[in-house]
């Protein structure tokens, strides 16, 4: 289907043209006439679906028919987008200004986040703002402070609420709901609906539109995804000999912790790589400036924890490289959604150790894939994989319980 017969306004489909937008993805086509239409929805969606524009796109457009409407000046919150990381909010607040380009009169936008200055943050809410887009943290901070009137919301999204719940979303709801007025809109998007996401969901809406893209692969085909067999200790050599012999533009490394990010990074300058560090420990500013390193090509190479993995939106991204495995299938698949984009081709590479064998197994299994696992000469594996015994029930009396465990506590005391 194309946007023109989406019922968007003029403004919103020029917006579109000036930026090669002719066809809409599947979830497009299935949210945006859902969205015009007032209804609540819960998508279930991947990286890479287009989710963004599916809801930014239609409450441009309602926010532009009720512009007529508005009996004063200074304007009023009317929509929320809430996001789990600071740069995906980034994201989803230029992608508002960019389709909202063509508008004659454009909507006022606060991008609320942490890192940066909360009383620059606060004049621009009390100067009047159209739209909110936040991370819940910063958010509650001035909801506490009393500088925020949600009152007039008519809109709230949550964007990547699976990942918003792990980093403890469902004790901050509550305190976020009273402050909204009970008649509004509400968005969700997730990549995953497991049963505390659906408890939220129940907090938030009783009776949503349910979208779920199905028939559709949950890695980009365009992805060539590689597993690469390899002892733990001799990854950094693996990965330099992999960066030398391939002419990747940017390649970005997804490491398990901040202390790696930065240990690794560091090593890999003294080899003389461009590369540094990306994780949540450095101020938005830092944040921001590594970032705009990488994408004018200044660093090649960039060590980041999980924080890329959604929002982290980089023309050309080569490769991706999973140096220590994902916690989860839905990490693996925002991982490598990094490269491949835009209908380029892209490079996934998991470097995989003894102890990595059945967790990576899982992963191919829930995303549907089967990869041959590799050996590159001068880095083979060495030792025998380490698989946990299937079948044996624990032996009952042998782990202690958590009355032993908290007797034992309270004998210590005394």
Known sequence: MQFNELNLSQELQNALLKNDYKNATTIQEKVIPLVLDGS????????????????????????????????????????????PTRELTIQVSNSIKNFSKEFIQKPKIATVIGGVSIGDQLLE???????????????????????????FLEHLVLDEADKM????????????????????????????????????????????????????EPTVVNIKQRAIKVNKENRNALLQELLRKNKWKRVLVFVSSKRSSDNI?????????????FHGDLIQEDRNFTLDEFKENKIKILFATDIASRGLHVDDISCVINYDLPRGSSDYVHRIGRTGRAGKEGVAISFIGLEDFEHFNLIEKKVNISLEKEEIQGYELEGIPILKEKGKAPIKGKRKSKKDKLREAQNKKF
């Open 265 to 277: 990074a560091n090593k890999f300058r003294k080899k003389g790589f461009l590369a540094d560090s």
């Open 40 to 83: 609540d929805v819960m998508a279930k969606a991947q990286t890479g679906s287009g989710k963004t524009a599916s809801f930014v796109l239609p409450l441009l457009n309602i926010w532009q028919e009720q512009l007529v409407k508005r009996t004063t000046k200074k304007p009023k919150i009317k929509i929320l987008i809430l996001t």
């Open 125 to 151: 809410i009390q100067q009047g703002v159209d739209i909110v887009v936040s991370t819940t943290g910063r958010l509650l901070d001035i909801i506490d402070k009393k500088q925020i009137n949600l009152s």
């Open 165 to 216: 719940l792990d980093l403890g979303f469902a004790e901050e709801l509550d305190l976020l709901l009273k402050e909204l007025p009970e008649k509004r809109q509400n968005l969700l998007f997730s990549a995953t609906y497991p049963q505390k996401m659906l408890e939220i969901a129940a907090k938030i809406t009783t009776h949503p539109m349910s979208i779920e893209i199905e028939n559709e």
